[in-house]
Antibody
Framework: EVQLVESGGGLVQPGGSLRLSCAAS????????MNWVRQAPGKGLEYVAA????????YYANSVMGRFTISRDNSKNTLFLQMGSLRVEDTALYYC??????????????WGQGTLVTVSS | QSALTQPASVSGSPGQSLTISCTGT?????????VSWYQQHPAKAPKLMIY???KRPSGVSNRFSGSKSGNTASLTISGLQAEDEGDYYC????????????FGGGTKLTVL
């Protein structure tokens, strides 16, 4: 069974930083691209960042470009999202998701339960 | 404002069929056959229902089907059931985003 467990969320002040982690199990982690999707309270879904299976290609939404960094450690089956210069509008539930293929094409087949990030003073 | 336009809400009675539309442009829905649909129940993670416009992942009911015409993609649910109630999001590859993919704003489906 595929399991994705996010951690690292919490309350942070504007301008602060957080590092999200996603521990994966139940599949060959180094065979799939991975991505982060966020959902602000009561709002829709927004792709944040994606990374290919070997980490060689990364993709970011315009809204987080230059502030967030996605990475992965295939030896530890873990996906990361380093978030910096956080803004109030980054407040959301952040989901980790497994992509259908080893390259990024926007299809997320398995999702974690999310970790909540709240940016507030 | 989302790049893809979906109706805010739709409703139907059990047993009926209904369709949710997703309208984009030639830079996304109309230009590529990389449209997907997700179902999300309250307080739950989304679930992939359709990809590549009309393909169903293993385990997804064949009551769900997808199609596309021009710049508009559609998700059709036949034999509507109470468990189908929830939010539905379309997504498409786009040449207008650094992330290559965008979501629609979502449609709330109510089973009467």
């Amino acid at each position: 069974e595929v399991q994705l467990v996010e951690s690292g969320g919490g309350l942070v002040q504007p301008g602060g930083s957080l590092r999200l982690s996603c521990a994966a199990s139940g599949f060959n982690f180094n065979s799939n691209a991975m991505n982060w999707v966020r959902q602000a309270p009561g709002k829709g879904l927004e792709y944040v960042a994606a990374i290919s299976s070997n980490g060689g290609n990364t993709y970011y939404a315009n809204s987080v470009m230059g502030r967030f960094t996605i990475s992965r450690d295939n030896s530890k089956n873990t996906l990361f999202l380093q978030m910096g210069s956080l803004r109030v509008e980054d407040t959301a539930l952040y989901y980790c998701a497994r992509s259908l293929y080893d390259f990024w094409n926007g299809y997320s087949t398995d999702w974690g339960q999310g970790t909540l990030v709240t940016v507030s003073s | 404002q989302s790049a893809l336009t979906q109706p805010a809400s739709v409703s139907g009675s059990p047993g009926q069929s209904l369709t949710i539309s997703c309208t984009g442009t030639s830079s996304d829905v109309g230009g590529y056959d990389y449209v997907s649909w997700y179902q999300q129940h309250p307080a739950k993670a989304p679930k992939l229902m359709i990809y590549d416009v009309s393909k169903r992942p293993s385990g997804v009911s064949n009551r769900f089907s997808g199609s596309k015409s021009g710049n508009t993609a559609s998700l059709t649910i036949s034999g509507l059931q109470a468990e189908d109630e929830g939010d539905y999001y379309c997504s498409s590859y786009t040449s207008s985003s650094t992330l290559d993919v965008v979501f629609g704003g979502g449609t709330k489906l109510t089973v009467l």
